[in-house]
């Protein structure tokens, strides 16, 4: 068979062009089964094709006003709702001084280098908007860097420059501004505490792949091997909630918001 369904004629009686017709007028329609997928293979292209044409659709709609292009004065509604909720940096100095000497484990330090990038994008953010608005005030000169981001809050997208302090991320600039207040609030609980959360929320991490080689730096030390050795492991709870855990694991920590794509979670 030349898929399920479709049969191969005899060749000896097809000529080639016969032989192409016959496929494309009987081939079934093409599902990840057909390939021994599971079924959700095909939702990350589907995902991806719809989100580029929504995409494409804002931005032929956008911006596009008679004469002069866009009214950089449209932005300021963006930027009062943005600045409204954009949350103050977190004090590295007060969190500092709570810290002695013992207490610099891996984990902690990852919690601070998450703080510092954490500020250096709100300060980044702030800091445009801020000066965006002076620019629409009239009391600063428009800028390029001004316009592409009065832009870029009308068309509800991520401005480059904040990206390129942010993490890696496709949502449009809504989603990915409450996605960054999430993990603002991780990273608050996570320095307020001085030690770790029940559960890690793992991609939620500007540098997740620090706080996995923490965990194995932790072991290696309680159990004096090189860290080079030295590999996670991982065994999964039966539940859905993070809330739902109760208390810390004996060896090593609790962590979520891990993604599976192309296939399926049995519980059990």
């Known amino acids: 068979n030349l898929a399920p369904g479709l049969k191969s004629p005899d060749s000896s009686k097809l000529e080639y062009a016969h032989y192409v017709k016959y496929i494309e007028d009987r081939f079934p329609l093409e599902i990840p089964q057909m390939y021994w997928l599971h079924p959700n293979a095909e939702l990350g292209f589907l995902t991806s094709t719809g989100t580029n044409i929504f995409r494409t659709i804002a931005q032929i709609s956008g911006g596009s006003g008679g004469g002069g292009g866009t009214d950089i004065g449209e932005a300021q509604q963006s930027i009062t709702t943005y600045m409204k909720d954009l949350p103050e940096e977190l004090d590295l100095l007060e969190i500092r001084s709570r810290l002695k000497p013992e207490d610099y484990t891996p984990f902690i330090i990852v919690s601070l280098q998450e703080s510092t990038r954490m500020n250096g994008l709100l300060s980044q953010m702030r800091s445009s908007m801020i000066e965006l608005e002076l620019g629409i005030s009239g009391a600063l000169n428009i800028t390029d860097k ?14 480059a420059l904040w990206a390129e302090k942010a993490y890696a991320s496709l949502k449009l600039l809504s989603a990915w501004f409450q996605d960054l207040l999430l993990r603002y609030e991780q990273v608050k609980a996570w320095t307020a505490e001085l030690k770790l959360l029940q559960s890690i929320w793992i991609s939620g991490l500007f540098n997740a792949m620090s706080f996995l080689t923490s965990n194995m730096q932790v072991a290696a030390r309680e159990n004096k091997l090189e860290l080079d050795f030295m590999q996670n492991r991982c065994r999964f709870y039966n539940i859905r909630d993070p809330n739902e855990i109760r208390g810390m694991p004996e060896k090593g920590v609790n962590i979520h918001g891990l993604f599976m794509e192309g296939a399926g979670w049995e519980d059990g």
């Open 146 to 159: 001004m316009e592409t981001l009065a832009t870029d809050l009308q068309m509800n997208l991520v401005n």
